[in-house]
């Protein structure tokens, strides 16, 4: 009997480009397959979605899938993607990025693309630092956690990406963790079908860095964290305030219908043109 | 029609370099405001609407520079417009997009620095930024522009440039240049040469992003043509996927340099002003050549003969030119609007015995006719 090869194939570069760079235990390509299966199921063709990224271990994602992939500069990955979105609207373009990548050095392009509303999708993975270069502490490290940079502890509050995206305009935006997959692949496939600017953060785990510091054991037992510490949104509803209180949520925080910049932009263009008309 | 082909303007530097970006075809414009470069971005945010061209403030000028590639990768020629400054943050994404070999156009207006320095005043203190700002071995294009119609005409030669070598390319007119106004005859729309946009012109299954072709430039495919290809700063194969084998790393380097230095003779653009028959010469470029122009005129009536050697394309540097050129003579004097830049380069391509001479000026004026006239009547 021939052996079937799983549908998610076409959708990567599996001849070329493998075996990936990520640990035994990492979550990112369970992003990656989730991705897949979302693109697979809202019919986007390979051709017109460019996938960007910045610099880390999730932005190495790129070079598996086959897709028009743009590996850029450190934290710049919606820079770039806002150029590509602009130049062609035909483009579906999608951004994958880490936590240090998106909301350090990247946090100045990413709340300006939440606040313009750029038709991209921003899938952050979080997995609490900086895993490729060996478990720095990151924007959303948690207070009192270790890392190779806090040896005593983060001293810092960590930021909550959602509540952030929410408050900078995007018009879509949802967290999921990688145990939570079925979960995660709606979310995408939402996102990725929003107009406008759209996030999705993942919770993965980091077992070779951020779980070695802290004692979180291996990767069953962070993916169990991911099962034991989070809950959905109708879970938060029927629990009482002091139950839920060192629960991450998880689910779909916002979901409205703003005009993206790229309709803004059309019709400045015919405002634009109807002024210089006017002016002859 | 908003480039006036064929009429005749009172037109200022800026906005001569708007309409040139214009005329060669700017799909895209990424910039943050900063002086004096302001009128550029403001100018195209007017014209670009109207054209159904995209033009965009972004948060800052890395995010700027950013764009432009994401923005040229998706097929628009791009363009972005800063100063010192903003030139500075710009340098990641300019390494970014040699080494990834997307075209752009960077316009530099330089003003006085370093830092924030002198922000409405000019000055020439970026010429070796623009060579070697950004990190690594990599392939620079540089041009300086001395008056209001080389800021239209170079404009379209950056655009031109930057398709044809697959690289970005600097246009460096300093404040003066920027900021002046000058009456200026626009060419005819057909006397002007555009390189279009670059078209693979294999098939899909047989492209690579970084075709070793006999020009070391091949065409380069955009997103949503059909050619799927990947794109990394990483150091890459031909196919664009990131490599340290060897062979590769090296081939891509060299690649890199020798598509600007086996081409030397497209990109050198030199004027030389009684060179041959005078043993002293101003070395002068950007708003320095006008005051040469002047100084030597003045030095006429005196009787004194003096040469002006002027390198438009600044990058590459004009090695042999000057070597054949200048070697000879008795003294070369370089007035700069800095402390000595571009004089290194001109020592370096002539001998000891030729008495290389600076003439600085740093307090964010221009260096005048008679300063130079000064400085040639102590050498003379």
Redesign the interface.
């Given at each position: 009997m021939a052996a079937t090869i799983p549908y998610e194939y076409k959708y990567l570069r599996a001849k070329?480009?493998f075996p990936h760079v990520w640990c035994p235990g990492c979550g990112i390509g369970i992003v990656m397959g989730s991705i897949i299966r979302a693109v697979d199921s809202i019919g986007w063709q390979?051709?017109?979605i460019?996938m960007?990224s910045g610099i880390g271990c999730t932005s190495r994602m790129?070079?598996y899938v086959?897709?028009?992939?743009?590996?850029?500069?450190h934290g710049?990955g919606l820079?770039?993607?806002?150029?590509?979105?602009?130049?062609?609207p035909?483009?579906n373009v999608m951004a994958v990025m880490g936590d240090g990548d998106s909301l350090a050095i990247g946090g100045?392009?990413i709340i300006?693309a939440a606040r313009r509303n750029i038709d991209i999708t921003a899938i952050i993975v979080n997995n609490n630092n900086y895993g490729m270069t060996g478990g720095q502490f990151s924007p959303t490290t948690p207070a009192g956690a270790r890392t190779s940079t806090t040896p005593y502890g983060m001293i810092e509050p960590c930021f909550d990406v959602c509540k952030l995206m929410d408050g900078a305009g995007a018009s879509f935006v949802a967290r999921g963790t990688v145990y939570h997959v079925t979960e995660l692949d709606n979310m995408l496939q939402k996102a990725f079908r929003k107009r406008g600017f759209s996030v999705v953060e993942v919770l993965a785990p980091c077992p070779t860095n951020f779980g070695r510091a802290n004692r979180q054991g291996g990767p069953v037992e962070m993916m169990k964290l991911l099962k034991e510490n989070t809950i959905n949104l109708s879970q938060l509803k029927s629990m009482k305030p002091d139950q839920a209180e060192d629960k991450v949520v998880r689910g779909i925080f916002v979901d409205r219908d703003s005009i993206s910049y790229g309709e803004r932009?059309e019709a400045?263009?015919e405002?634009?043109?109807r002024?210089?008309e006017a002016g002859k | 029609m908003i480039v006036p082909w064929g009429e005749t303007r009172l037109v200022q530097g800026n906005e001569a370099v708007a309409l040139g970006a214009i005329a060669a075809g700017i799909?895209?414009f990424?910039g943050y405001p900063i002086t004096p470069s302001t009128e550029i971005a403001e100018l195209l945010a007017?014209y670009m609407?109207?054209l159904?061209k995209?033009w965009?403030q972004?948060?800052?000028e890395?995010?700027?520079i950013?764009?432009?590639?994401?923005?040229?990768?998706?097929?628009?020629k791009?363009m972005t417009a800063t100063s010192g400054p903003g030139f500075s943050l710009m340098q990641?994404?300019l390494g970014?997009a040699c080494m990834t070999e997307v075209p752009l156009v960077l316009v530099n207006v330089m003003r006085g620095g370093p830092s924030t320095g002198l922000p409405t005043q000019a000055a020439q203190g970026d010429v070796m930024q623009a060579r070697w700002g950004t990190h690594g071995d990599h392939p620079v294009i540089a041009l300086a522009p001395s008056n209001v119609r080389e800021c239209f005409e170079l404009t379209i030669r950056a655009f031109n440039l930057s398709e044809t070598f697959r690289t970005p390319v600097i246009l460096l007119p300093d404040e003066v240049i920027g900021h002046m106004r000058e009456k200026m005859e626009f060419p005819l729309e057909e006397d002007v040469h555009i390189v279009p946009l670059s078209v693979p012109d294999v098939p899909v299954e047989w492209y690579e992003h970084y075709h070793e072709s006999a020009s070391n430039v091949s065409p380069m495919a955009?997103?949503?043509?059909?050619y799927?290809?990947?794109?990394?700063?990483?150091t890459h194969d031909k196919h664009g996927?990131?490599t340290r084998k060897e062979n590769e790393v090296i081939a891509k380097m060299e690649r890199l340099k020798h598509k600007i230095t086996r081409r030397l003779d497209e990109l050198e653009d030199v004027q030389m002003h009684d060179v041959a028959e005078s043993s002293v010469v101003i070395f002068a470029y950007g708003s320095v050549y006008r005051s040469a122009l002047a100084a030597q005129a003045i030095l006429k009536k005196k009787r004194k003969k003096v040469g002006i050697f002027r390198p438009v394309t600044l990058w590459p540097f004009p090695d042999k030119t000057v070597k054949e050129n200048l070697d000879s003579k008795n003294v070369i004097i370089v007035p700069e609007l800095n402390q000595g830049q571009m004089i290194h380069e001109v020592e370096r391509m002539t001998m000891d015995s030729v008495r290389v001479v600076p003439l600085h000026r740093i307090d964010g004026y221009e260096i005048t006719p008679e300063e130079i006239v000064d400085s040639v009547m102590e050498v003379i």
């Open positions: 070329k480009r390979k051709d017109d460019v960007v790129p070079v086959d897709f028009n992939t743009l590996h850029t500069t710049r820079a770039f993607g806002t150029g590509v979105k602009m130049a062609n035909e483009l100045n392009h300006h932009y400045l263009c405002k634009a043109k002024a210089a | 799909g895209f990424a007017r609407p109207q159904d995209k965009v972004m948060e800052d890395i995010a700027s950013s764009a432009l590639i994401g923005g040229r990768l998706a097929g628009c791009s990641e994404g970014y955009s997103f949503g043509t059909g799927r290809f990947h794109v990394t700063g990483l996927f990131p």
